[in-house]
């Protein structure tokens, strides 16, 4: 940490420092100076700042979740001493807002079917003293239907291979993702089904994988989800 210059030319025997924060270390540096010849002496102590008040206890709570969504509430936040006190918030480890005074958080975007634990960190903006609660849940899956019934990667007769992929509810289908290459340009076929093609390289890299698996991305209530599927060759 950086040194601090907290006062010059004294010639006083003591000094109070004032405004550090409780059950801090700080080290104390006194350097004693000669006018006359330009000398120093300089001597070096350490002192920890006794325990502050903690906020007091508070309560939180959570609205029903929805699939990217949250409020989180709690109690009045106080403080034995008067000095104000504020909330830290954090989502899943990550700081998601600091200084915050209201008694109410809405968490936006979410991922839908996803676990969370939120922290909510109550703050003396005076001695710096928290107490943090937490408070975990789960945000809603999307209500849909959608799946994929099946998928076949046919080598055909030509320099391509054809890729045939049904649906329960193909409207909902937004994009096809193989072996990390995306795929959003074919025809449909038949009344569920969609087709497209496929080089030899990029067939024979799927049918050498371990893990015969794809990404089929589609659109929900205004968002993007996608879910795996297995493929046959």
Do not use: C, H
Not at 64 to 76: D, L, N
Not at 102 to 121: A, H, K, M
Not at 193 to 200: A, C, H, M, N, R
Request: glycine share 6%.
């Amino acid at each position: 940490m950086d040194e601090i210059d907290e006062a010059t030319d004294l010639e006083e025997l003591t000094y109070t420092f004032s405004n550090l924060y409780a059950s801090t270390q700080y080290e104390v540096k006194v350097v004693a100076k000669s006018n006359e010849f330009n000398t120093t002496s300089t001597q070096t102590t350490t002192v920890l700042t006794k325990d502050g008040p903690k906020p007091n206890d508070f309560t939180i709570s959570l609205g029903e979740p929805t699939t990217g969504s949250v409020r989180v509430s709690w109690t009045s936040l106080t403080i034995d001493g008067g000095s104000g006190v504020y909330v830290n918030l954090y989502i899943n480890n990550w700081e998601e807002a600091t200084g915050w005074v209201s008694n109410g958080y809405l968490f936006t975007g979410l991922r839908p079917n996803t676990d969370y634990t939120i922290r909510v960190v109550a703050k003396s903006g005076k001695y710096r003293t928290t107490l943090a609660k937490e408070i975990s849940f789960k945000t809603k899956a999307f209500p849909s239907t959608f799946e994929v019934t099946s998928a076949e990667i046919s080598a055909g007769t030509s320099e391509f291979v054809s890729v045939i992929i049904r649906f329960s509810n193909r409207t909902l289908l937004d994009r096809i993702v193989l072996n990390n290459k995306t795929y959003n340009n074919y025809f449909y076929a038949g009344d569920t089904g969609i087709t497209f093609s496929i080089t030899d390289e990029e067939f024979d890299a799927l049918n050498n994988a371990v893990v015969k698996e794809g990404d089929a991305y589609y659109s929900m209530n205004g968002k993007i989800v996608s879910i795996k599927f297995t493929y046959t060759n």
